[in-house]
């Protein structure tokens, strides 16, 4: 009972010290990785409450710490572009990167300023020089830094050229007729999100209807 009630208690202390883990991390950006930021208060608190537990481990164990603001405007833009699955992009220096937002298409340059975008299902599209990668996106988030370098997260992400239009239309046609013959309001949802899905992909391949 007491050991319970000591990693409760510890819980509870390791809970409120997040914020002042978070301040701690950010204020000690420049740290090697490897190397958890954890305050003295908590390290002592936890040592009285769990004497016989060692001390949890921290997500900035196990992160490396990110780059400072330049002083000046980088010329290119560092793009990590993550699946659930995989990597498809990491730390890749572009051009510029156009994303999905739902505000609208919105444009990333070395430079933007500090910015959090939900994505909606449509075109992104990474420009490096004269080459163009483009993908079609489900939804997600992307994530600009001040550094320089965008943080883009998306549930599915498939390259364009790998959508076959004739498909595409096929799909457009069929969930439309789905919407209308839907039988009640959660089938009239789920045929009205996969209009709108072929919709944007047939937007994206610059297909006609």
Request: charged content about 20%.
């Given at each position: 009972?007491?050991?319970?009630?000591?990693?409760?208690?510890?819980?509870?202390?390791?809970?409120?010290?997040?914020?002042?883990?978070?301040?701690?991390?950010?204020?000690?950006?420049?740290?090697?990785?490897?190397?958890?930021?954890?305050?003295?208060?908590?390290?002592?608190?936890?040592?009285?409450?769990?004497?016989?537990?060692?001390?949890p481990?921290?997500?900035?164990?196990?992160?490396?710490?990110?780059?400072?603001?330049?002083?000046?405007?980088?010329?290119?833009?560092?793009?990590?572009?993550?699946?659930?699955?995989?990597?498809?992009?990491?730390?890749?220096?572009?051009?510029?990167?156009?994303?999905?937002?739902?505000?609208?298409?919105?444009?990333?340059?070395?430079?933007?300023?500090?910015?959090?975008?939900?994505?909606?299902?449509?075109?992104?599209?990474?420009?490096?020089?004269?080459?163009?990668?483009?993908?079609?996106?489900?939804?997600?988030?992307?994530?600009?830094?001040?550094?320089?370098?965008?943080?883009?997260?998306?549930?599915?992400?498939?390259?364009?050229?790998k959508?076959?239009?004739?498909?595409?239309?096929?799909?457009?046609?069929?969930?439309?007729?789905?919407?209308a013959?839907?039988?009640?309001?959660?089938?009239?949802?789920?045929?009205?999100?996969?209009?709108?899905?072929?919709?944007?992909?047939?937007?994206?391949?610059?297909?006609?209807?």
């Amino acid at each position: 009972m007491l050991v319970r009630q000591g990693l409760r208690s510890g819980l509870r202390t390791w809970a409120a010290c997040r914020p002042l883990l978070a301040r701690s991390y950010a204020a000690e950006a420049e740290a090697p990785a490897a190397q958890a930021v954890v305050p003295e208060k908590f390290k002592e608190d936890w040592k009285k409450i769990a004497p016989n537990y060692d001390l949890p481990h921290f997500p900035s164990e196990y992160m490396n710490a990110r780059p400072s603001v330049p002083s000046t405007l980088p010329a290119k833009l560092t793009v990590n572009f993550v699946l659930p699955h995989q990597f498809e992009m990491q730390a890749k220096e572009v051009d510029m990167v156009i994303v999905p937002a739902t505000s609208g298409q919105m444009g990333v340059l070395p430079g933007h300023v500090p910015t959090i975008a939900e994505l909606k299902p449509g075109l992104m599209s990474v420009h490096e020089g004269s080459d163009v990668k483009q993908y079609f996106v489900s939804s997600g988030f992307a994530f600009v830094h001040a550094n320089s370098v965008a943080d883009i997260v998306a549930i599915e992400a498939v390259s364009l050229d790998k959508f076959d239009p004739e498909e595409v239309k096929k799909g457009v046609q069929e969930y439309t007729q789905k919407v209308a013959n839907a039988k009640d309001d959660l089938e009239r949802a789920e045929a009205q999100i996969g209009l709108e899905v072929h919709s944007a992909l047939q937007a994206a391949l610059g297909v006609s209807a």
